[in-house]
């Protein structure tokens, strides 16, 4: 496994391969991560996983200075994944000078995750174009935890005709449930342990649909009610159509309920699809 920090060593070494997958991260590697690995790899001769903390998609307030930063672990876990070339430039390297050139998606990025960290999928959009143009992959792979994400990534390959296939994976859990994450590390014990419910409020308003409940505002609010008692500083639990995040109606039948919610210092967020006959 070569692990390179510059562009042109990326470009030399990447030269002569007959294809390219990439996976995206922002490193401090877990499960999540290694699973996005072992899905694509069979289906190319070289695969680059980019480790690299954009300060562009953090908020003035948010954790950019705290997120950790685990490289040699990394390596470690991409090394037994079976992973090719890692990719972990500095700063300087991605933005040699100030990005004035941004990518700008569309009315998806005002929307809940964008409602409430204004500009980040601006941030995401303008680095993953820059590393897709830096790595020139045929497949880029994406997890569905983020859900928003994979969409305005999506959207963005297909409105720019960027020859790349973007594929998505399923979120990996702890055997609780929980979705996993680098930002779970910021949970003390008790969180830890708190942290479940969540996923649990996610998974009753999705059997409830599925039982035939269509009063969508009222599970919404239900579940926040709940969270919030607990303790939860509750930014959104909503409803949506699977496409584009359109407000779900009682016609839609591919649907997915997405929450984000802030428990002790560490924001958390989950989704799941829901696909009615």
Same mark, same amino acid.
């Given at each position: ?133 830096? =790595? ?35 979120? =990996? ?23 479940i419910q969540l996923y649990q409020q996610l998974s009753t308003i999705k059997n409830a649909i599925l039982s035939g409940n269509r009063d969508y505002a009222h599970l919404e609010k239900m579940a926040t009610v709940f969270l919030n008692s607990r303790g939860w500083q509750t930014d959104y639990i909503a409803i949506r159509a699977q496409d584009h995040l359109r407000e779900a109606t009682a016609k839609d039948t591919r649907l997915v309920v997405l929450g984000a919610s802030k428990l002790g210092k560490t924001r958390l967020i ?8």
């Amino acid at each position: 496994m070569d692990v390179i920090t510059t562009v042109s060593e990326l470009r030399k070494r990447l030269s002569y391969e007959k294809s390219v997958a990439l996976v995206p991260t922002m490193g401090n590697l877990h499960a999540g991560h290694i699973q996005l690995i072992k899905e694509v790899k069979p289906r190319t001769a070289c695969l680059v996983t980019s480790i690299f903390v954009n300060r562009l998609q953090f908020g003035p307030s948010e954790d950019f200075n705290r997120y950790p930063r685990t490289l040699e672990s990394d390596c470690q876990y991409l090394l037994d994944a079976g992973c090719d070339v890692v990719f972990a430039p500095n700063e300087q390297e991605i933005y040699p000078t100030v990005q004035e050139y941004t990518v700008d998606p569309s009315e998806l990025q005002h929307i809940l995750e964008g409602a409430f960290r204004p500009g980040h999928f601006r941030g995401v959009a303008t680095v993953v174009l820059k590393l897709f143009n830096m =790595v020139q992959p045929q497949i880029a792979i994406f997890g569905k935890k983020d859900y928003q994400q994979y969409l305005v990534l999506k959207d963005m390959v297909a409105q720019l005709a960027l020859p790349i296939e973007i594929v998505s994976a399923e979120t =990996v859990r702890a055997n609780d449930g929980l979705a996993l994450s680098s930002r779970n590390g910021y949970l003390t014990a008790s969180e830890r342990e708190e942290a479940i419910q969540l996923y649990q409020q996610l998974s009753t308003i999705k059997n409830a649909i599925l039982s035939g409940n269509r009063d969508y505002a009222h599970l919404e609010k239900m579940a926040t009610v709940f969270l919030n008692s607990r303790g939860w500083q509750t930014d959104y639990i909503a409803i949506r159509a699977q496409d584009h995040l359109r407000e779900a109606t009682a016609k839609d039948t591919r649907l997915v309920v997405l929450g984000a919610s802030k428990l002790g210092k560490t924001r958390l967020i989950d989704n799941l699809e829901i696909e009615l006959s």
